[in-house]
T-cell receptor
């Protein structure tokens, strides 16, 4: 089945220690997104890639970076995690293609980040 | 920025009964999409239903249906014959066409009681 995959599902890091979260997709979608979601809140968009074009949200901290080496993979790098960065990180994808799913975002299962 | 309002933080429904979740939004756009997403306690966000603003016909997916009132900027979700597996947080979301940004409501937690 085509899907959005996130690894790892749980990540524990130390305060200030860089961490990378990964996302891959088999949907061949051209747009990929990273969201941060804190408990009982709506997801907050950090940035998205339209093909190779990177689009950062204005209020995304500089501590968060992203890489998209190819269509299938996207990475979220947190350079110096703070306690406030503990959250669920969701990856999503969408496509410009025609049809019922046009521009609809499909989410991965998320990576829960714990900062000690 | 678009505003999406879900005025019901929590709702409870008996199994097999019907529950309706409200959602209103504020936009000056004419061409947009509306979505309902479900996020069960396991936390994966799942698309429930999608509505294109230019379509007058309300979208339906099995037991889930919407009442889309474009003039009133209202997009409610009806869950019929509720099942225990419907227990989740439900998010209403808006996206302007070709904008690639979802604006989410605050969510409604639905609990289905056995």
């Amino acid at each position: 089945d085509a899907m959005v995959i996130q690894n790892p599902r749980y990540q524990v890091t130390q305060f200030g220690k860089p961490v990378t979260l990964s996302c891959s997709q088999t949907l061949n979608h051209n747009v990929m997104y990273w969201y941060q979601q804190k408990s009982s809140q709506a997801p907050k968009l950090l940035f998205h890639y339209y093909d190779k074009d990177f689009n950062n949200e204005a209020d995304t901290p500089d501590n968060f970076q992203s890489r998209r080496p190819n269509t299938s993979f996207c990475f979220l790098d947190i350079r110096s995690p703070g306690l406030g960065d503990a959250a669920m990180y969701l990856c999503a994808t969408s496509s410009d293609g025609q049809g019922r799913s046009q521009e609809t975002q499909y989410f991965g299962p998320g990576t829960r980040l714990l900062v000690l | 920025a678009q505003t999406v309002t879900q005025s019901q933080p929590e709702m409870s429904v008996q199994e097999a009964e019907t529950v309706t979740l409200s959602c209103t939004y504020d936009t000056s756009e004419n061409n947009y999409y509306l979505f309902w997403y479900k996020q069960p306690p396991s936390r994966q966000m799942i698309l429930v239903i999608r509505q294109e603003a230019y379509k007058q016909q309300n979208a339906t997916e099995n037991r889930f249906s919407v009442n889309f009132q474009k003039a009133a900027k209202s997009f409610s979700l009806k869950i019929s014959d509720s099942q225990l597996g419907d227990t989740a947080m439900y998010f209403c979301a808006f996206m302007k066409r070709h904008d690639y940004k979802l604006s989410f409501g605050a969510g409604t937690t639905v609990t289905v009681r056995a």
